[in-house]
């Protein structure tokens, strides 16, 4: 669903009003906090979607990677997990099914967290997911809203895995590419987080359907406003070319639609606006960071093998949201 039909479903919703919800709905943020004592809130999200790739096994792992982030894009330790499945059993093989459920499983297994059950419907269009429980100390949850003008910008995946996978399912775009998409996809962002757990990080988020845009408007907050720079943004081999040649999403669509009029666009390149409007499945972290511990924390993914990448800064806030130069 678009993020302007989704935000004005949750508008007509009735508020609610409980002083252990720690992050709501209201709140744009990435998942539900609800503290239980003093020491432990426990945290509540669940995503799904249809499959982008061929392989069942790998749609299951891909799914299941972005349903577990939210989890760690708060700061949080996942726990348990319950498939969200519908299948179309009466026409597709179970063979099929069971190795979406193994490429899920496996995922959950490295995350740390226990798959202790589901849920399962017959329809036409296979769906497969995640419902996920966390844990976070209350005082340490990472909020998608608490930067600060000053601080810098941090990405931990590069760009490009909605382009990309729409191209290769036409067969547009070479192995290559499309590897290094699933590669990225199927990366956990345990191991971003919890190395981002060590350093003052101010808000974290998620990147994913309302692409890096989208997601970074919310970091603002309507406080702040961001200055990306193009130049500096990660992106797949080959996901640049193919939005040169208009191989582009339906969700970039309508990305552009809800949020160019909160962006300036300083740059005159209409494949690289397409990018950074893509819908990311399974994308990476979003960061800020006080400038002062940008270096080291740039370092420390450098010395894991994280291709993580410095494309911004938070500003005292303009008449846009966003300023891409």
């Known amino acids: 669903m678009g993020p302007g039909s989704l935000s004005e479903?949750?508008?007509?919703l009735p508020k609610q009003f409980d002083s252990n919800l720690l992050v709501g709905y209201d709140s744009s943020d990435d998942a539900a906090v609800y503290q239980l004592t003093p020491d432990v809130a426990v945290i509540q999200t669940?995503?799904?979607f249809p499959s982008m790739v061929k392989d069942p096994y790998?749609?299951?792992?891909?799914?299941?990677t972005n349903a577990l982030s939210d989890v760690f894009s708060m700061g949080g330790k996942v726990i348990t997990a319950?498939?969200?499945v519908a299948y179309p059993d009466n026409t597709q093989p179970l063979d099929n099914l069971g190795e979406i459920l193994r490429g899920g499983a496996e995922k959950v297994l490295e995350a740390g967290g226990i798959?202790?059950?589901?849920?399962?419907?017959r329809q036409s269009t296979p769906l497969y997911g995640l419902a996920v429980a966390g844990v976070v100390h209350p005082d340490k949850i990472v909020t998608n809203n608490g930067a600060k003008a000053g601080d810098a910008i941090i990405a931990t995946k590069k760009l490009g895995v909605g382009i990309?996978?729409?191209a290769h399912n036409k067969g547009l775009i070479d192995e290559k590419a499309f590897d290094e998409a699933v590669e990225s996809m199927t990366t956990l962002n345990k191991y971003a987080a919890e190395t981002m757990l060590n350093y003052q990080v101010t808000s974290c988020t998620d990147i994913t359907g309302f692409g890096i845009l989208g997601h970074t408007i919310e970091m603002c907050d309507n406080k702040l406003t961001a200055e990306i720079y193009a130049d500096k943004i990660p992106i797949i081999e080959g996901a640049y070319q193919a939005?040169?040649?208009?191989?582009?999403?339906?969700?970039?669509k309508r990305n552009?639609?809800?949020?160019?009029?909160a962006i300036d666009f300083q740059i005159d390149d209409q494949a690289m606006e397409e990018v950074l409007f893509d819908p990311q499945t399974s994308g990476g972290l979003l960061i800020t960071v006080p400038e002062d511990q940008l270096e080291a924390l740039l370092t420390a993914y450098n010395e894991q093998s994280i291709q993580a990448a410095h494309i911004g800064y938070m500003i005292e806030k303009q008449e846009k949201a966003i300023i891409v130069k």
């Open 58 to 64: 790998l749609f299951g792992q891909i799914s299941a």
């Open 243 to 252: 939005a040169k040649e208009n191989l582009t999403t339906g969700g970039a």
């Open 82 to 84: 319950l498939n969200i």
């Open 164 to 166: 990309v996978t729409t």
């Open 115 to 121: 798959l202790a059950g589901g849920h399962t419907i």
């Open 9 to 12: 479903i949750l508008s007509n």
């Open 256 to 261: 552009r639609q809800y949020y160019a009029d």
């Open 46 to 48: 669940t995503d799904f």
